[in-house]
């Protein structure tokens, strides 16, 4: 017994911390107001390297996987690689978001409280092995970026793009509730690991039932990711919402569920393979083409780049459908190097934010190589490799994704894929054409002033996006040993 | 005898969960919609306690028909709501997608569903009852979960106080590192005056 | 041996791309002399190397060596590398292209010395002997192919060399179009190879060839014809394109519009007798197809008849050598045709040198008059340039066969092969054969005693002609000497020893050697000479000297008679036989016609308009389309979301 509770204490530990931590933020918050906007940023951030450090503490304690309170929760390498993709991607959202607040005259306190609470449900995402432990973490992580995305009451932008937000999630919410349920009633389990079983014995009218339930999953899910047709939301949360916010949003969330995506689709559903990679590459071209062809006419550049997400999302779901092993590690890879990619981009439009004005369209990029030579450079290396410019992360991103349809035998998919890669490079390569050679209206002739530390961050982003383009091989290796954890049962 | 008297309560009170749950939403009055959605709650307690879940269906009247509908009246009646015609009218047009989405499932589910169907046994109850049953999951290993839901409620409540809170949090005060970044090319303008 | 084979053949090919690229890129450091110093020495050292490598091979009897630089590309199971064969078909012609192309170099000064740019000039001669040589070393057909089109291309600048001179620049242009026609053939061959044979390289397709020998080769169901038989054609097309048969000559004449140092090197020597080469080259592949020799055959006499004939009624010096040089080539195709690889290119080796020599006296010619070109303003110039006029004289009797000089071998053994020949059209091969030396005797000497005898007919007073000097005259001499003493000194090793000094470079099939067959009657050169009065092509050519020396040197107005007699001939010869108006109206117009239709429809409407703006246009509807779609009312989103649902509830429905 005594074994058991210290067990299930060192699993928990890390999102338990997140969790104090975030009610200590917030009592801070309710008793000192602003006097300690200092503190509550500082420790959210040395709480966020603390977190990290437990998890690594747990990689030497843990080797093998461990199921926690009866299979509620498993605790492996791939679960401790999303949590600490997870806390990581945070630590870099939350880094710019200080100053973007006091730009926006916003409050500190409520909201590294409310990143801290969504972190927590990103950390159990990670990390649930069971409908109902999925279910709640889920909800945990969206109900804090519902508010957040309204957290300018000013803004009405952000309170429509809030509330669209809400209603659609809720909608979501309620497809992945019915699959849930609708799974239930075949399996009689919560269980990921039971419900993978009962799926494999699975026939006749049980396997239209799970078949009909995994729909509605996906469906919810997608509608995390931000897949098409269950996108509409994403752009106009990644205009609405303060910037910051938009910052912390392109990130960890979007790891946490796709960690729980492959871990569900890999541990419970992979008995009825045949049937949901059909679903899958439905969604995935259909996102592929809405991304990429609304994404065309953007001006508005965050909006023109959640559209390039909603592609990027398709791209990876193609690797997840053709989902041989290489696939799974192909896709872990593209979202892992994608999630960086984004969030240096998103980082680098934020940074330019000023007190005179924000960077709304395309066009406010305009001779930003002659402002700030550098921070060019890295954005141009960000949009490489989101483009699949070689030798950027991006290119060998896609080409493992596409070289994993090939080995599906999905040739047909494949070229479509590539195609959509060519028309999206119209819009990456139109930044590139404004940043190097437009030159700027006057009203915004300025050079931005960046803190050191801030370009440090974000020019490690653009170096990534560069040299783990030439030396990718560490990381797909890692990807492919640590996806071995979700295929064992 | 008894399965097809079970059945016909079953599908009474289906019946009336979704008359009354379509008029939570149609209806153009909110007061009348909150007594729509009490009498669904209602309509849920009773298919809860058909299952023989009878802790959950009275917990569902007492807490949400007892306190949560009951507050939620009074929200309602404070703020005064006329009919929202300009929001129904506007809902009128999805009536017909909605209506062709409902039968198009229903048709899914009759026709592949309903063929196949499987004797889905129900899970043996266990002699201790459902009561302790429950005890049992929601402080044993489903603990977790249920701190969670919490902090879901905990969630709520911030984000509801902070988007709603009246005071004025644009206040003016000094931003000492603005000040502290102006250039004299911001403040100071030389304009030459011709004569 | 102090230095190894493979070093020696890396100087000889380097040396002149050193000194092409120093002459070019660092021109205008080096001044004009200085371009001259670098790129003569390494031309020179280039020479010296090959030299020993012709010692080291032929002399001392080394192996055949193989050498593979590197891998070019690799691509699946195709592995291209870039390789050089040493073996003395490449030895010996390394030594007549690095020794016509060191006394090129050395003639140049002379003759481009009122030019201001020398350092283009030597850089692109230069340049143009690295490509020659790699053509000559290849391993395979990649190395092949790049000394191919590089000769190729030097050889389109040098022509358009005085680039301000419109028919320079349009001489240059269609000597490229008109390769180009060969090129296709020749990459085709190619593919052929690497398609059928798996590989590029020499070895590997000829050890193959003989078990492909019967292997069909099919265009579509029903229409196939043997893989040797396509291959040998491909490759005499682009043979016949460099190497100037009829009907791929064209370009040839226009080609003198560049410098004559040029025409000597790349348009006499060299160059032009690379299809030769190439085709000796492959006689591994020739020997299996007899209709692609009688091919090669009767197209090479047609060539060395009709092309003769064009030469006596051109009055441009260097146009008749031009319309020479053809029908010689025509001959050494007759050679290869007629299955005696070895004498055409023994004929390759004399011509090179007596072309050479007659092309560099033309020129010095050219220099004394001034750049006259005409020969109805020149006469009676022997005394006034006597070293130009004996050169000439030597080359002129070379040419023309003339017992002992150089030519009466080579083209004689020619002669005697295709007489002796079995291959199809051999007969008719043989009486053009005799005809074209009765032809080549009459418009050498027609061009001789035009030049240098008879009255003066320029400007005695204003036009001051005196000898060339000695940078011209060095290399006069020196070329002299071979087209005398070459073909006496070489018949024997090269046609009737076995094992000749070509070594194994050729490949005969049992049975076809006709050399063989003529050595029963072969005692040695003198002999040779000796009983030329008994054969008929010696009286043929003696006919034709009389001939011109009755018509233009003892009754100038025989000439004239002629001509009028012969009214439609004349008309025919002077249009040349109607080759380049048939061009122009067919191909040129039906070009240019075509052109305009790709441009205009195709380009502009099809491509550019319906395609590529068409294509882009038509994202960018869909993008607002779907911009339209994302309106912004929550109720569309669900819809959006419900739709997507149930596309995967139908999938489900599908799926099962």
Known sequence: MGNFVALYFDAILPSAFILTLACIVLLLTAFFKHKADGWIYYSTQIGLFVGIGMI?????????????????????????????????????????????????????????????????????????????????ALELMSFPLYILCAYHRGSSKGSEAALKYFVTGALASGFLLYGISLIYGVTHSFSFVDVGLAASHASGGEMVMLLVGIAFILAGLAFKLGLAPFHMWLPDVYEGAPPSVTLFLVGAPKIAVLFLLIRLFQTSFIPLFEHWSEMLYLIAALSLLVGNIAALTQNNLRRMLAYSSISHMGFMLLALAASASAGLSAALFYMISYAIVSLGAFAVITLLNHHKGTVETVSDLAGLSRRHPWLAFIMMMLIFSMAGIPPTVGFVAKLSILLSLLAAGQVAMAVFAVLMSVVGLYYYLRVIKV??????????????????????????????????????????????????????? | MTATLIQLVFFAFSAVLLISSMMVTLTNRSVHAVLWLILAFVATAGLWILIEAEFLGLILIIVYVGAVMTLFLFVVMMLNLGEENSLKRSYKSWVSFGAMFAVMIVLFFLLLVAPNETSVAVPAISSEGNLVQLGMALFGNDALSVELAAVILLVAIVGAIYLTHREHRHYKKQQISEQIKVTKKDRLRLVRVTK | MLISIKTLMLITLLAPLLGGVTAGIFGKN????????????????????????????????????????????????????????????????????????????????????????????????????????????????????????????????????????????????????????????FLLAIACAIVYFGSADYAEIFSQAASKSSEMMQFYPGV???????????????????????????????????????????????????????????????EYSSTALSIVLVLGAITALSMGLIAIVQNDIKRVIAYSTLSQLGYMMMGVGSTAYAAGLFHLFTHACFKALLFLAAGSVILGMHHEQDMRRMGGLWKRMPITWLTFLIGALAL?????????????????????????????????????????????????????????????????????????????????????????????????????????????????????????????????????????????????????????????????????????????????????????????????????????????????????????????????????????????????????????????????
């Not at chain 3, 003759?111 to 053509?135: I, V």
């Not at chain 3, 002077?574 to 205009?600: I, L, P």
């Open chain 1, 56 to 136: 690594l503490r747990q990689y030497w304690c843990f080797p093998d996987a461990v199921a926690i309170a009866q299979g509620r929760f498993r605790l492996d390498h791939f679960s401790m690689l999303g949590s600490l993709l997870v806390l990581a991607l945070s630590f870099f959202a939350l880094f710019y978001s200080r100053k973007e607040l006091i730009r926006q005259q916003l409050a500190i306190g409520e909201y590294f409280s409310l990143c801290l609470f969504s972190i927590v449900g990103m950390l159990v995402m990670a990390t649930a092995y069971h409908f109902l432990t999925f279910y709640i």
């Open chain 3, 224 to 286: 196939s014809f043997s893989l040797m038989t396509v291959m040998s054609i491909l490759l005499f097309i682009g043979a016949a394109a460099k190497s100037a048969q009829v009907p791929l000559h064209v370009w040839l004449p226009e080609s003198m519009e560049g410098p004559t140092p040029i025409s000597a090197l790349i348009h006499a020597a060299t160059m032009v007798t690379a299809g030769v080469y190439m085709l000796c080259r492959m006689s591994p592949i020739l």
């Open chain 1, 435 to 489: 940043m190097y050679f437009d030159e700027p209206a006057k009203e915004v002739v300025y050079a931005p002033v960046v803190s050191s530390g801030s370009l440090a961050l974000v020019s490690l982003t653009g170096l990534f996006a560069l040299l783990l383009g030439i030396f990718p091989a560490e990381l797909l290796t890692y990807c492919q040993t640590v996806l071995t954890y979700p295929l064992q049962i």
């Open chain 3, 400 to 656: 023309v066969a003339v017992p002992p000089f150089a030519g009466f071998y080579s083209k004689d053994s020619i002669i005697e092969a295709v007489h002796a020949s079995m291959v199809p059209g051999a007969s008719f091969a043989y009486v053009c054969a005799l005809l074209g030396v009765f032809v080549t005797a009459v418009y050498t000497f027609r061009a001789f005693f035009l030049t240098f005898h008879g009255a003066s007919r320029f400007d005695t007073k204003h036009l001051h002609v005196k000898e060339s000097s000695w940078v011209v005259i060095v290399p006069l001499i020196v070329l002299a000497i071979p087209s005398i003493i070459l073909g006496a000194m070489t018949i024997t090793p090269l046609l009737y020893q076995t094992p000749s000094i070509l070594g194994d470079a050729l490949f005969l099939l049992p049975g076809r050697d006709v050399l063989f067959t003529m050595q029963s009657e072969f005692h040695g050169a003198l002999e040779m000479t000796l009983l030329s009065v008994k054969t008929a092509s010696f009286w043929v050519t003696i006919a034709g000297i009389v001939c011109a020396v009755y018509c233009y040197l003892i009754q100038p107005k025989a000439a004239a008679r002629i001509k009028q007699y012969f009214g439609i001939f004349y008309q025919l010869l002077m249009v040349k036989y109607g080759f380049d108006a048939f061009n122009q109206q067919v191909f040129v117009k039906g070009a240019n016609k075509f052109g305009q239709f790709a441009y205009q429809v195709i380009d502009m409407k099809w491509i550019d308009g319906f395609w590529v703006n068409g294509v882009a246009a038509r994202w960018m509807h869909l993008s607002k389309i779907s911009r339209q779609l994302h309106s912004g009312f929550v109720g569309r989103y669900a819809l959006s979301m419900v739709c997507g649902l149930f596309a995967l509830l139908a999938l489900v429905w599908v799926g099962i």
């Open chain 3, 30 to 185: 080096i001044g004009k002399r200085g371009a001259h110093a670098v790129t003569i020495s390494l031309m020179g050292l280039s020479f010296v190397a090959s030299l020993l490598l012709f010692k080291t091979i032929l002399c001392d009897q080394a192996l055949k060596q193989v050498f593979s630089l590197y891998s070019w590309a690799i691509s699946g199971k195709y592995h291209l590398n870039i390789g050089l064969l040493v073996d003395h078909l490449t030895v010996a012609m390394m030594l007549v292209v690095t020794f016509v192309s060191l006394f090129v170099h050395v003639y140049s000064i002379g003759y481009m010395k009122d030019d201001n740019s020398n350092q283009r000039f030597f850089s692109y001669m230069s340049l143009f002997t690295f490509a020659m040589l790699c053509l000559v070393s290849a391993n395979d057909f990649i190395l092949l192919f790049f000394g191919w089109e590089g000769v190729g291309l030097v050889s389109y600048w040098l022509i358009g060399f005085w680039y301000e001179k419109e028919s320079a620049v349009l001489g240059g242009l269609k000597a490229f179009i008109v390769n180009r026609v060969g090129d296709i053939g």
